[in-house]
Every structure is written in C-alpha cells, then in structure tokens.
C-alpha cells in the first residue's frame, strides 16, 4: 500500500513540474496548460484568415481549444449579452460602439492587425495593369463595372477614388456589397460587377476569383482589426492570454501567411 501511495505522489509532483515547466515556456498565464479552456472567438469578416491562423497557433501552443464563429445580427446580439464566447474582433469604429455600451471589457481592446486592398477578376478574365496610381486609374474607367463593400475596404476604396478625382465618372458603375452577404469575391464570381476590389487577405484564393494584386501607393489605405475581451467570457485569463499571444513576435509571421500584417505599436 505504501510503495502505490509513494508511485502516486511522485507521479502527481511530476504532473505539477511539467505543468509549471509548460506554462513558462510559453509565457501564458498560471494553470493554461493543466487545465484546457474552450475559448470561443466572434470575428468580422475582414479579420478572418487572421484570427483562424492565430488561433490555431495559441491552441497548439496552450493546449485550449479555440472555436472561431462569424455572427451578425440577432445571433452576435445574444452571443454579446449571454455567451457563449470570450473575445471579439472589430474594426476600431465597430469596437469602439460595443466600449461605448460596455460590451467589452475596459482596458482590453489591443489593435492586432492590418489589411490592405487589393483587386480581382472573375476566373480566366484578362488580369488588368494595376501597377501603378495612373494604371490603377486607367483600369476603373475602362472596367465596365466595378464591385466593392459598405465596410472598412468600401470607405477607403471610395477614398481612394475621389483623390482621383473619378467618383462621379464611376457612380453609375459601382455595384456595392456588404450587410453580411458576403465577402465581394462572392459577387464577382457569379458575375456580378467585372472588377472586384476589398481587402487582399479575404480574396487571395476565393473561388471564382483571381486575385490581380495590391491597389497601388498612396491609394491603399489598409483596414486595421482589434481584439477585446468579453464581460461574458467564463474563461477570462486564457483568453487574456490569447490576446498577448495575438501581439506577440510570434503572431507576425502567421498574420502575413494570409497577406495581413500585425499592428503598428
């Protein structure tokens, strides 16, 4: 009896060591890697490449199982108030909205990622010369219609637009997307508008699609996305700890795999 009571503490001092060893390893909070949490992430359409590839990442580094979920109306309203979920993504006016409401926890929203613009054609189209501002401009007004959304990309595409100077020769051409109906390329691919421009990480490899390249110079202002964590989290240090992981060395490499790039400190 003496010698399986001896095995058992030895082999519980063993279990707390590796514990202990782990999670200083990998610089997440006390109890990460003993005790797995489930993590639950509401991301918006322009961070999503990001956040899955981040969050596969924490998940074989911690140990804690991260779900990633894409809601919009009535089902994020009753995610935000009741949960489940742990952290949400959103452009900073977004995010700024649900801290004006007390949604997010104060003092948590970190900026994490930026996205620039670029363009694509259906599959098997002519890809146009957008290689530079004037072959950019050249490209809008021989295309016979052009597709970008209401969100961040939309505004700074329209931005972009007006500086030059061609807004109101292209109205009549933009089609514009958006209210949660899907990422541009969707319509591009079924033949929607000629000329598909949006945030380059949610259109490389779309199906349907080919991907032209970056909207040129000054004209492409990226879309910035940040993280926060939610009052309603039940597991609150290890999602605190993904947000570390999520600004960390380590996340940049993972964010440009998807043609983001991490935020500037």
């Given at each position: ?23 200083t ?13 489930e ?27 991260v ?73 809008l007004?021989?295309a ?6 209401r ?8 931005e972009?637009?007006a ?13 514009l ?7 541009v390329?969707?319509f ?14 949610i ?7 080919d991907?032209?390249g ?19 989290s ?6 605190r ?13 993972l964010?440009?795999?998807v ?7």
């Amino acid at each position: 009896m003496k010698k399986s009571l001896i095995i058992r503490e030895v082999a519980m001092t063993m279990k707390s060591w590796s514990c202990a060893i782990g999670t200083t390893l990998i610089g997440l909070s006390s109890g990460a890697v003993c005790q797995a949490a489930e993590l639950i992430v509401l991301t918006n359409q322009g961070a999503v490449p990001g956040v899955h590839e981040l969050a596969a990442a924490f998940a074989r580094t911690s140990g804690h199982k991260v779900t990633v979920l894409q809601e919009a109306g009535a089902a994020l309203e009753q995610r935000l108030n009741s949960g489940p979920a742990d952290l949400i993504t959103l452009n900073p006016e977004a995010m700024e909205g649900l801290a004006k409401k007390g949604k997010v926890v104060a003092g948590t929203v970190t900026p994490f990622t930026l996205a620039g613009l670029g363009v694509s054609v259906r599959a098997g189209a002519p890809k146009p010369d957008i290689s530079t501002v004037d072959a950019y401009r050249a490209t809008l007004l021989a295309a016979k219609s052009i597709g970008y959304s209401r969100g961040c990309s939309g505004q700074h595409v329209a931005e972009g637009i007006a500086q030059l100077g061609l807004t109101e020769k292209l109205k009549p051409k933009v089609v514009l997307t958006g209210g949660g109906t899907g990422p541009v390329t969707f319509f591009l691919a079924r033949g929607d508008f000629e000329l598909g421009i949006q945030q380059t990480n949610i259109m490389v490899g779309a199906p349907g699609t080919d991907y032209v390249g970056p909207v040129p110079g000054f004209l492409n202002k990226p879309c910035p996305n940040s993280v926060a964590l939610l009052p309603v989290s039940k597991e609150q240090d290890a999602a605190r700890a993904m947000i570390r992981f999520m600004v960390s060395p380590e996340a940049a490499p993972l964010l440009r795999k998807v043609h983001e790039e991490p935020a500037k400190s």
